[in-house]
């Protein structure tokens, strides 16, 4: 390791970093007084349009919150603790609005939950509820597919709902408004108890999680990552730039670099360039890159960043992905044994892989997901539940990348959708939450998107 790298290393103790981690976000929170007026403003808009489905998307991003953990055995000897009710409680009451304004014929969503390419994830989960047939845990399989049978009709009832690409926008800001003030809350929690959301970790010495709710560090990367791509693509895409961005991606980046989560920081760089490629930035493209190359070859700045990179793991802790490699293996020989069927939806990470016991995973044995989107549909479902989520994010990619939307705001949003899309892809190779978890907003807003592109929903120019 270099000597710049080292002195890095030996400068930051553990003192040191918490001081700086708490200095980070005294920074963010302090801040963002600066731009208060400007995201009032944009708040209150926001607020001003506001109707019942916005409400329902609210209800189901804080039924996702969790306060709690809990391993296996408690979950079997106690099924249904209170916050096991709670969010329960919050996703039955969408289900409730939903059937009301559908048997009264307010909102007609049948049909856009059959359109296509929805319809792939409403078979996904179809084949979810079906597998309670063979799953080894019935309740459990049947309870999470029906939630996420909700999540996909409440995007049905949106698309039944909206008559132009403006008012779908709302959605893209409703998502990324509470995906902000979870990012910030973090920070917040970061000042007042930093003994229980930081943890001395890798070249850094810090990485940041939530404490209440709780949120995993890659999570923060991610919110980090999805935000920074968000406000980096509306300020490639406006006339002209707004503080508001310039805060979110400022405070973005260093939550990103803060929560020191791999898979987050590689998915943001690939989806920035991919901006930088769709709204033809070459000059942006051609200078960063003749900069980094520069960085890299005349100073230590290559050391450090593979330092950062690695987090102070050691070569089989790298090499094995922090243990999902023995995981992704594990899961491989259930699969194999059950290929077409698989052990029923949502039950097999939870249940199979404990008995599995896979080598140096997590500490306690508590697995709550094969770290894969792709590997968690094959647990579930086998091929019969895969194959329509392959499809339905396939149909997606197409879309949005071969529309020609004619309005500025329409051809906006689609360079948004599909940088954002691309950091969900590549975090699905990481994680199981992306797509197939309860409520995958950040999925389902582009899947909805995706539908509206294929209808050739139009806004006026005046409005963009």
């Not at 019942?52 to 296996?72: M, P, Q, T, Y």
């Not at 690409?165 to 709302?170: N, R, S, V």
């Not at 979870?182 to 003994?195: A, E, G, R, T």
Request: with cysteine; glycine share 8%.
């Amino acid at each position: 390791m270099s000597s710049l790298a080292g002195f890095f290393i030996g400068a930051l103790d553990s003192s040191a970093t918490r001081l700086l981690a708490g200095l980070a976000g005294s920074t963010v929170v302090v801040s963002s007084i600066v731009v208060i007026p400007e995201l009032w403003r944009k708040l209150r808009h926001l607020l001003s349009q506001i109707r019942w489905w916005h409400v329902c998307c609210v209800l189901l991003f804080l039924s996702a919150l969790i306060f709690r953990v809990r391993d296996i055995e408690t979950i079997e000897n106690n099924l249904l603790d209170i916050w096991t009710i709670y969010r329960a409680g919050l996703v039955a009451i969408v289900a409730f609005v939903l059937i009301t304004r559908l048997i009264s014929g307010q909102t007609n969503w049948l049909q856009y939950l059959f359109a296509d390419p929805v319809v792939w994830f409403t078979g996904f989960g179809i084949v979810g509820v079906f597998s309670t047939l063979w799953s080894v845990q019935p309740f459990w399989t049947l309870y999470k597919s029906v939630e996420y049978l909700v999540d996909v009709a409440l995007l049905a009832s949106i698309l039944a709902s909206v008559r132009s690409a403006h008012e779908y926008k709302t959605f893209f800001d409703l998502v990324w408004t509470l995906y902000g003030t979870l990012m910030v809350s973090v920070w917040i929690q970061v000042i007042v108890w930093p003994s229980q959301t930081i943890t001395a970790v890798g070249l850094l010495g810090v990485q940041i999680h939530g404490f209440i709710p709780l949120v995993d560090a890659n999570v923060v990367g991610q919110l980090g990552a999805t935000l920074g791509v968000v406000s980096v693509s509306r300020m490639l895409t406006r006339y002209r730039t707004e503080r508001t961005y310039l805060f979110v991606f400022a405070v973005s980046m260093v939550t990103l670099v803060f929560a020191q989560s791999r898979s987050p920081i590689v998915a943001f760089l690939l989806a920035t360039l991919l901006l930088l490629v769709l709204s033809r930035r070459l000059g942006i493209l051609g200078f960063l890159t003749i900069a980094l190359f520069l960085l890299l070859t005349v100073t230590n700045l290559g050391d450090v960043l593979w330092a950062y990179f690695r987090r102070g793991q050691s070569d089989r802790q790298f090499a094995t992905l922090t243990g999902r490699v023995y995981l992704w293996n594990v899961s491989w020989s259930l699969i194999t044994d059950r290929p077409l069927l698989g052990y029923g939806a949502y039950a097999a990470t939870r249940f199979m892989l404990r008995m599995a016991k896979p080598e140096n995973v997590y500490v306690g044995g508590l697995i709550s997901g094969a770290d894969n989107a792709f590997v968690e549909a094959l647990l579930g479902g086998g091929m019969l539940g895969a194959t329509p989520l392959l499809v339905g994010i396939a149909r997606t990619v197409w879309i949005l990348w071969k529309s020609k939307p004619t309005s500025n705001l329409c051809q906006s949003l689609r360079t948004e959708a599909t940088a954002v899309f691309t950091v969900l892809l590549i975090r699905s190779m990481f994680t199981a939450g992306m797509f197939v978890w309860h409520p995958a907003l950040d999925s389902l807003l582009i899947l909805g998107f995706a539908t509206l592109l294929r209808r050739g929903i139009q806004v006026p120019e005046e409005v963009c």
